[in-house]
């Protein structure tokens, strides 16, 4: 994910041992023994979903303070600010709990039996419309969708409630396939302005599928940036999620580009695309998002003044139809933004609320930039839809995956677009660890569980419901979010957050319809600490986790690897991630050189490369003892290297996982991470092109005609063949 989420994918490993039982007031903390919670508070907390205590490891467990809790319930409307409001606050809820006839979300799942999570009184009525509007009088076999449910009590009392129908799970992958991962800005071609495209990914997939035999291709969130001077580089902390970024086109396929009347000004900017390209491949210079946008946005500019023909006109017609709100909304705060900044907290009150009479004034006067912002989402998204079909058309099963981030920007467009959904001052984090002891603060602002449920999951529907139109599978960050998520108060430390509960069965209800209607295949990412029971949870519906090859060890017995055969098989099986070192890297070491060069050692260096080398030997007396060690000098010359990246990825296809994953990176023996975890302007995270083992960019180009890359691949057709 981000830099700040180091501890959560530096392994699968337990916390350390503490003692039975703690609250979170670290070292320092100004607050006394008295803050712990009151029997009331706890009380009024967990009705609310707010946890009153966690557990880092199974015989650890940790008590929220007082001031957690008071927070989080405050950003929840709830006022537990003095014993009385505690009191009132609980006698509400609990008449509240005790008087309604449902909730605001139930969940049904075919094939079982429907169940209420309420006792009604004998003798009430339920009736359900159907998202076609067909009414049906009790809750028997309904069509999956989203429903609308009414209970009619005797005594008159009715209540409304949406009524979620989810297919009992999702269906296995098709097959056994192998992947590529890669952050796309990364893959540069000969084509490309300076940082990959949607071009280049197309061409990824056409090239993968049919030469490769390659199943899918995994890319990093493509969401919507916050603008900025320089505009934040991580993919992981976008201003949208719903709205992909229009950074990836490739303005050359936009059908318009060619009818530009001013060729000398066309024949300019692909000069300047050629530049900063150049730049990168040929100079050496960092990937310059800011630069590559300014000269697309011009371009785009330029292309607008030629007319879309009818054809054009009626699909971007239909597009703004289908958007809806949700697309005036975005392209609105993008102009907006281009007037008063990128973070609408600091815009004039009036254009704070996207409903105000100011907004709309302004939405008026600003149309025609509005309307900019609309067709370069409705493009974006059409040469997403074109790269899948192009990874369909060139047999691969899945075809393009899509990555979900955790949450957005607070100053961004969904979170000015949809601010009823968001829990006013709280930041979604990580508690501490036996990683880092200072817990983790990501920035980003958690939707409330209430008001999700209130709504149906609308906002959540809709956001699958975008991704899942150009995806053949999802990837979701951190996907015990689902579950719950670290609420950090803001001002305060990570170490005074505490958790606050979703409701899984709902979430997971949604994302199994959305993903059934698409045909899409769901891979949560689950590294890190996870809580008892939601690997379990998931798997039961058909999600897939993420298992990364160096923390797959018997932790609860020897600590050894662990054996491919004890690996699970609801998996994407890789050897690493972005946020990770490359194989190289782990192999020889650097890793550790590269994190001691930066200062980010808390250990002294001579141990951690013991520690490091004794790891990666474990491994490779692992891969030899199960011969999959060829040695050197195969077809193309493999060196010792290439042979051990090689035998890394046999191990992978030994394991039952339905899916490999190999980082396209690794292919040419790049020695970089792509995020190092723990550096914000010491490292350039997300900046970097695939290198080789030199640190000499390669293009697309390169490593479709790259030996190294051929022998990989050979390795995984072979492998994967013989298991498929």
Not at 268 to 273: I, V, Y
Not at 377 to 385: H, K, P
Request: aromatic content about 6%; proline content about 9%.
């Amino acid at each position: 994910m981000t830099a700040q989420r180091s501890a959560e994918e530096s392994a699968e490993e337990p916390g350390e041992p503490g003692p039975p039982e703690e609250s979170l007031d670290g070292p320092g903390d100004p607050r006394g023994p008295g803050d712990l919670p009151c029997d009331d508070l706890s009380r009024l907390a967990e009705l609310h979903g707010v946890a009153t205590s966690y557990q880092p490891s199974a015989d650890r467990t940790v008590t929220a303070s007082a001031t957690a809790l008071t927070l989080a319930l405050a950003a929840l409307d709830v006022d537990a600010s003095t014993p009385a409001a505690v009191t009132a606050a609980l006698a509400a809820r609990e008449r509240q709990t005790r008087e309604r006839l449902l909730p605001p979300t139930v969940v049904c799942w075919t094939g079982t039996e429907p169940r209420l999570p309420v006792a009604l009184p004998p003798g009430t009525q339920l009736s359900v419309e159907t998202e076609d509007g067909e009414i049906h009088p009790a809750l028997g076999q309904l069509p999956p969708g989203v429903h609308r449910l009414t209970a009619t009590a005797p005594d008159g009392r009715t209540a409304t409630s949406h009524l979620v129908v989810a297919p009992a799970g999702l269906p296995t992958p098709p097959g056994r396939s192998y992947g590529l991962l890669v952050q796309l800005y990364s893959l540069l071609s000969r084509r490309s302005w300076g940082m990959g495209d949607l071009g280049d990914l197309a061409e990824l997939a056409a090239w993968a599928g049919r030469t490769l035999g390659a199943g899918f291709v995994q890319v990093n969130p493509l969401h919507a940036a916050v603008p900025g001077t320089p505009t934040d580089p991580s993919p992981y902390r976008p201003s949208s999620r719903r709205f992909p970024d229009p950074v990836h086109l490739r303005v050359e396929n936009v059908p318009e580009f060619a009818h530009v009347d001013d060729r000398e000004r066309v024949r300019t900017l692909l000069e300047r695309g050629a530049r900063l390209r150049e730049a990168v491949l040929e100079k050496g210079a960092l990937i310059d998002r800011d630069a590559v946008w300014a000269a697309k946005r011009e371009a785009l500019e330029l292309l607008r003044e030629v007319p879309l023909g009818p054809g054009r006109q009626a699909e971007y017609a239909d597009f703004l139809v289908h958007e809806g709100e949700a697309l005036e909304d975005h392209a609105t705060w993008c102009a907006l933004a281009e007037v008063h900044g990128s973070d609408w907290q600091r815009w004039p009150r009036g254009l704070r609320d996207p409903r105000s009479p100011e907004t709309a004034r302004a939405r008026r006067e600003l149309m025609d930039r509005v309307d900019f912002h609309c067709r370069l989402a409705w493009l974006t998204d059409s040469q997403l839809t074109a790269a899948q079909r192009i990874a369909r058309e060139a047999g691969m099963p899945v075809g393009i995956v899509h990555d979900l981030a955790v949450g957005v920007h607070p100053g961004g467009a969904d979170a000015w677009a949809q601010q009823e959904y968001f829990a006013a001052g709280m930041s979604v984090g990580a508690p501490p660890d036996a990683f880092n002891a200072r817990g983790q603060d990501w920035g980003l602002p958690p939707w409330r569980p209430d008001r999700l449920a209130e709504s149906g999951y609308a906002p959540y529907r809709r956001l699958l419901r975008a991704l899942f139109r150009s995806a053949g599978a999802l990837r979701i960050d951190h996907v015990m979010g689902l579950f719950r998520l670290w609420w950090v108060p803001q001002g305060h430390a990570p170490t005074q957050g505490t958790y606050v509960r979703y409701d899984a069965e709902a979430m997971l209800a949604i994302l199994v319809l959305e993903a059934s209607r698409a045909g899409a295949v769901v891979i949560g990412e689950d590294l890190g600490t996870v809580e008892p029971g939601v690997r379990e949870a998931l798997r039961a519906r058909g999600v897939l986790g993420t298992s990364v090859l160096w923390f797959e060890r018997d932790w609860e017995g020897s600590g050894r690897p662990l054996p491919p055969e004890s690996w699970r098989a609801d998996c994407l099986a890789t050897a690493t991630t972005h946020d990770l070192p490359p194989t190289a890297a782990r192999l020889t070491g650097e890793h550790v050189e590269l994190r001691d060069g930066l200062g980010l050692l808390t250990r002294p260096v001579e141990q951690e490369r013991a520690e490091a080398a004794a790891d990666t030997g474990e491994w490779l007396e692992v891969l030899s003892r199960l011969g999959l060690l060829r040695g050197t000098g195969g077809g193309h010359g493999a060196s010792e290297e290439e042979s051990e990246i090689q035998a890394v990825h046999r191990f992978l296809l030994r394991t039952p996982a339905r899916m490999v994953g190999v980082w396209l990176p690794d292919g040419v023996g790049d020695r970089r991470p792509q995020n190092l975890p723990g550096t914000w302007d010491q490292y350039p995270n997300w900046r970097l092109p695939i290198a080789d083992a030199e640190g000499k960019p390669v293009t697309l180009e390169d490593l479709a005609a790259s030996p190294r890359v051929r022998g990989l691949v050979e390795v995984l057709r072979d492998g994967a063949a013989r298991r498929g």
